[in-house]
């Protein structure tokens, strides 16, 4: 009967051993894959990139200095500076670094306490022979002090702290480069906006006119109605298209100032009257981006690197879930003193500890290789995320560039356009001033001038928040090797 239930306990260890075994053999073997991030070796769009005098002089960390614009420049500074968007992705900066500074003290520095207690006690016989020998007595007063300080260590042999460590540098990266990616996306989105409101500036001042070209037109009608000249309908006529040109004017003014509005928001001046930022009616050339190679994305893009931060702490988290089914061995060396002052008698002592422990998670086993299955799910999906933030970054910059050509070849051709309507309604102008065309040829030429103009000034500003689009999309507004990030809340 011995014999039977020792073959059993030592059946039931060698079971044992084949688990750990097992599970040692497992967690060795899950690691998440390689992730695709093959790119074309070039943009397929049509070369918009500046020739190579000035392709050094294109910054794309600060892409908004290339159109030479003091205001826009200015305006961008004071967004990343007072925006409640960028003071907002600030203080999620400093939450996840004192995150990080948590969760690495926790790793590195081992855990222990320093506890101190005191008391006292008195004892005061009511019944009974009361002891007075020298050197003991059975009541008064008994006070006693201790002060220990104990500490817990885990050896780590298998490299848990590293992979722990490693799934706390990605969670700091990825909210490192967020920080930068909101920064950048600020700093777009003023430039789009302000070039939409300079481009409202434009036609606001086209209304106003084109009011006054109706003013005098319909003074002349007028006046050669009354002279019986021609018929009293053309004063009417033209007295409607003025009314019309005068509405539009008064529209265009009040998006004007909402577009104002929206850019003092931006640049966390939300509050101060909308006089307070001049728009003046004219805008620039869309500037050519440098030249670049899709290649570059991948160290530009802070979503990309974003992600990839993510694929980072996704890997960190499997590698900790892995060793998770490890056994784990733990130091808790401690020391202490106490002192007891009884009546009629006291002492001091010293007490120091040094215990090991070692935890096998043996039926932990089915738990803890779920959780590898968890996390490895969990780091595939990463794998799939950067992938998807490469492509969807490759196909941003591409169909940027693409769109960003055909409104550059837009712009030259509407120019020329308006150029042409310009001088054909110059020539109906004199024409009806001195009676050689009617009204109505008049009228034509004006519109096609007024289409003609507005389709310009639509092209201009297209381009320009084009080109932002362009500079955004192929990773401007950061420096990879020197963010903001860096220094930021230190």
Known sequence: MQRKVALGGTMKRRTALLVVASALTLAACASPRKPDLTLPAAFEAPSAAAPAAQAAAVNLDRWWEVFGDAQLNSLIDTALTRSPDARTALAQLEQARAVRQGQRAQLYIPSGALAGSASRRNTTILDGAQIDFPGFRNSGNADSQSL???????????????????????????????????RASLA????QSYFEARGLAIQLEDARITAGLQKRTYDLADARGKRGLVATSEGDRVAGDLAQAEAQAAALEAQLQAAKRTLLILTGRGVEPTASLTTEPNVGVAPAVPATVPGDLLERRPDVRQAQARLTAAAGNLRVAELARFPTFTLAPGIGLSRSEQPGFSSTTRIWTLAGSLNVPVFDQVRLAAEVKNYSAQAEQAVIAYEKAVQTAYGEAENSLVQLSADQRRVVL???????????????????????????????SEQGWRA???????????????????????????SPSNPASETASR
Not at 188 to 191: D, F, H
């Open 414 to 444: 509407l120019r020329d356009g308006e150029a042409r309507a310009r001088r054909a309604y110059d020539a109906g102008r004199k024409g009806y001033d001195l009676g050689l065309n009617d009204l109505s040829t008049l009228i034509q």
């Open 188 to 191: 777009a989105s003023v430039a």
């Open 148 to 182: 220990n300080f104990d500490v817990s260590w885990e050896l780590d042999l298998y490299g848990r702290r590293r992979a722990a460590n490693q799934r706390v540098n990605g969670d700091f990266a990825a909210a490192r480069f967020s920080y930068e990616a909101a």
């Open 452 to 478: 003609a103009r507005s389709a310009y000034t639509g092209a201009q500003v297209q381009a320009l928040t084009r080109a932002v689009q362009a500079y955004k999309a192929l990773g401007g507004g950061w």
